[in-house]
């Protein structure tokens, strides 16, 4: 079964606050998420290395921590298809350019609701976020279509990283070097296979076409 929801009546939408002055940070404390590092972040997923907070003194400045799993995106750009969207695995707090979605996981897993966000093209600016509809299906069905989403997502990550290496094996194998182009040639078509596969399940999931 499928029921139609509003994207508010399933999640806490919530905008950051202004960053804390120097002194409020420190370096074992709670990170702190803005535009411009989350770009970064979405690089090198190095969350240890962003600026943190010492949430204790909270009362003296404006701070919005929001919980694991939570989805954030970039206030502006969100009519990009290169929209800036990263799932938090630790408590974070979020600047003013953040906005932070909070799923209520008994409606919708936040796996599910990310790869939505991935696919759903916002045309508005980030208040439009409260109205968006969105058809959700049972916890179990959810939970199989994101086991196989996660998988092509997670190979298409270690995409950069394989290909560099597979790039750079002729300079040791002087001997294979035409053999090596051809298998990082075919290596790249097998990407762009799973990132073809990758979209077109997020269409059909998403306009309900994949039951």
């Known amino acids: 079964m499928v029921k139609r929801y509003r994207l508010d009546e399933v999640a806490i939408i919530k905008d950051g606050k202004i960053v804390p002055r120097k002194k409020y940070f420190t370096n074992i404390g709670v990170p702190l998420i803005t535009a411009g590092n989350l770009k970064k972040l979405m690089l090198d997923d190095d969350i240890e290395q962003l600026p943190k907070v010492n949430i204790t003194f909270k009362k003296h400045f404006k701070c919005a921590p929001v919980p694991a799993k939570t989805i954030i995106l970039t206030k502006a750009n969100l ?66 279509k994101v086991q196989i989403l996660n998988k092509i997502q ?11 290496a597979v790039e750079g094996l002729p300079q040791h194998f002087d ?18 296979q799973a990132q073809h596969i990758y979209n077109s399940m997020l269409h059909k999931i998403f306009e309900n076409e994949l039951k």
């Open 175 to 192: 001997n294979f070097s035409v053999q090596l182009e051809n298998h990082s040639k075919s290596l790249q078509h097998g990407f762009n």
């Open 154 to 164: 997670l190979l298409l990550k270690n995409k950069e990283s394989l290909m560099t």
């Open 79 to 144: 009519k990009d298809t290169n929209k800036y969207i990263y799932q938090c695995e630790t408590e974070i707090c979020i600047a003013n350019d953040i906005v932070a979605i909070i799923p209520n996981e008994t409606i919708i897993l936040s796996d599910y609701l990310l790869h939505f966000l991935r696919w759903y093209q916002i045309n508005k600016e980030w208040h439009h976020l409260y109205q968006i509809s969105i058809d959700i299906p049972m916890i179990d069905i959810q939970h199989r």
